[in-house]
């Protein structure tokens, strides 16, 4: 398998829409209106996240701000 195929094949392995992780409950019912209050209240009630925006911020100390963009 092609070097492109086997990266589609992820992508379509990992990937997906707003909508699709509306339906399984990863984010909330219109997401994309939420204001920082409304984000708050949420973060309030699923303590999940709050872990994986800590882990976030650990990855940036240890590798620095530019890990995402491969510099």
């Known amino acids: ?7 589609k ?4 392995k990992y990937s997906m829409t707003a909508k699709e992780a509306e339906d399984r409950g990863l984010i909330p019912k219109d997401f994309h209106l ?6 708050k209240e949420y973060q309030a009630k699923h303590p999940g996240y709050k872990e994986w925006e800590r882990g ?3 990855d940036e100390d ?6 995402s963009n491969g510099v």
Do not use: E, H
């Open 9 to 12: 094949a992820i992508r379509d």
């Open 56 to 58: 976030l911020k650990q």
């Open 62 to 67: 240890f590798y620095g701000p530019n890990k």
């Open 34 to 39: 939420f204001d920082s209050i409304d984000m």
């Open 1 to 7: 398998m092609s070097q492109k195929k086997r990266n």
